[in-house]
Nanobody, 122 residues
């Protein structure tokens, strides 16, 4: 079992930036695919980005491509999501998750963090 804790959320104006972090503990040797998802009020949880163990494969949702960057530091058991050019539509609770490499679906991930709120004001 992998335990995940997100941090770095907050309130930012449109056009601003935030960097989310996801610290892992426990059976970190099983951390293959790592992903970020988000969930806005009244909406389903949606895929944002995913990265494999070696950082050679990164996939992004169309809505964030070119603005968000996922990265990881395996020595620190931490995954990051750098978010630039934030828009009000990016407002959501952001979750990190551990699961299948290149997974795009919620069902592809086994372990989830508690989430961190990101609010973008217009």
């Amino acid at each position: 079992q992998v335990q995940l804790v997100e941090s770095g959320g907050g309130l930012v104006q449109a056009g601003g930036s935030l960097r989310l972090s996801c610290a892992a503990s426990g059976r970190t040797a099983s951390m293959s695919g790592m992903g970020w998802f988000r969930q806005a009020p009244g909406k389903a949880r949606e895929f944002v980005a995913t990265i494999n163990w070696s950082s050679t494969s990164r996939l992004y949702a169309a809505s964030v491509k070119g603005r968000f960057t996922i990265s990881r530091d395996n020595a620190k058991n931490t995954v990051y999501l750098q978010m630039n050019g934030l828009k009000p539509d990016d407002t959501a609770v952001y979750y990190c998750a551990n699961g299948r490499a290149r997974g795009l679906r919620v069902a592809d991930y086994d372990n989830w963090g508690q989430g961190t709120q990101v609010t973008v004001s217009s």
